[in-house]
């Protein structure tokens, strides 16, 4: 019997119009763009700026480039998970509403929150649905509006994020390709260095939370970073042993934009060569759960049919894991 393995077959985003570059948040914060640029990698990041817009808005543009590029029929769809830390709503799903909206009108939709980790968990997900036999087209997003939460004048905060979403379509492959495996792992205590306080349902939102601040993000960056820094590196050096992988059986590392320095210290961990690491950190920021796909969709006229892709990914929680794709597809260029 021949195993079924799920693989990514088409791919698309979207970005806001609106770039918001060091040298504007030099006049809404204490920084400049050398400092930007030397500790993070970014040099400016989208934000959707039109009232009324949330996640789901760039989620179902993201989904709506693939469908479009893939000409596939968003009836036959059957599930559509977004990955998302800034949902449009507190408790209605936003992925149900996405697929409504994209006329995906048989599947079933649900989101699914691991902050910068939440694509990576994503796949995982779509994996086990395609594997089990009993769907066909699993559609992924992972789409993230930062600037909802990012207060302006952190400058801590506010130079890393940006919004932006990007779509995966995964179906069944019976050629050895797709995900070849995964690690995942999270750790409580990082829900005490990377975190919004207020607004669940420990500290309820009211006129004082709003008044404090303490709807917007905070994270104790020195900490993330080591954090993120060893973790990220660990998992990605563990796809390599386990799957008796050496540096050059690898094509592309597509690691979670969140700061050129942790970018750099997992392909250094891993001896993959600088022209292997996917990366558009400058131009995007960190977009939480939309990196990756965006990673997939901005390289996608690269990528070959057999290449070797591993995926690293690290959030707030802690959320952290990698794992091993072989990719599908050669890209058709019209």
């Avoid at 469908?67 to 990955?83: G, W």
């Avoid at 599947?107 to 769907?135: K, T, V």
Wanted: proline share 3%.
């Amino acid at each position: 019997m021949i195993k079924i393995t799920a693989a990514i077959t088409a791919v698309g985003k979207y970005v806001p119009e609106y770039v918001l570059t060091n040298k504007e948040l030099e006049t809404m914060v204490d920084t400049n763009d050398e400092w930007i640029t030397t500790r993070t990698g970014i040099k400016e990041r989208r934000v959707l700026k039109e009232e009324g817009l949330g996640t789901s808005y760039m989620a179902i543009k993201a989904a709506e480039d693939l469908l479009q590029k893939s000409n596939t029929n968003p009836a036959e769809i059957d599930l559509v998970i977004v990955a998302t830390a800034t949902p449009d709503l507190p408790v209605a799903s936003t992925a149900a509403y996405v697929a409504s909206e994209i006329g995906s009108i048989n599947a079933f939709g649900y989101d699914l929150q691991a902050a910068c980790s939440s694509f990576l968990y994503g796949m995982s997900n779509a994996a086990s649905y395609i594997e089990s036999g009993r769907y066909k087209k699993v559609l992924l997003i992972g789409a993230d509006k930062m600037s909802s939460i990012v207060d302006y004048k952190d400058r801590a905060t506010c130079i890393i994020f940006g919004d932006g979403a990007g779509a995966a379509l995964f179906e069944p492959n019976n050629e050895g390709l797709g995900i070849q495996d995964e690690y995942l792992r999270s750790d409580g205590i990082g829900r005490d260095f990377l975190r919004i306080e207020a607004g669940g349902s420990i500290m309820p939102p009211t006129i004082k939370t709003v008044e404090e601040k303490k709807h917007f993000i905070y994270q104790e960056g020195k900490t993330v970073f080591k954090y993120a820094v060893s973790n990220m590196a660990d998992v990605a050096e563990k796809m390599l042993t386990r799957n008796q992988l050496k540096e050059e059986d690898i094509q592309w590392l597509a690691p979670h934009q969140a700061n050129k320095r942790i970018i750099e210290a997992t392909a250094k961990r891993v001896g993959v060569a600088s022209e292997k690491v996917m990366m558009n950190i400058q131009k995007y920021g960190n977009t939480t759960s939309a990196t990756l796909p965006l990673l997939l969709a901005d390289y996608e006229q690269q990528l070959k049919k057999g290449d070797n892709i591993i995926f690293a990914a690290f959030g707030g929680g802690f959320t952290w894991g990698a794992a091993y794709v072989k990719w599908a597809y050669n890209t058709q260029v019209k």
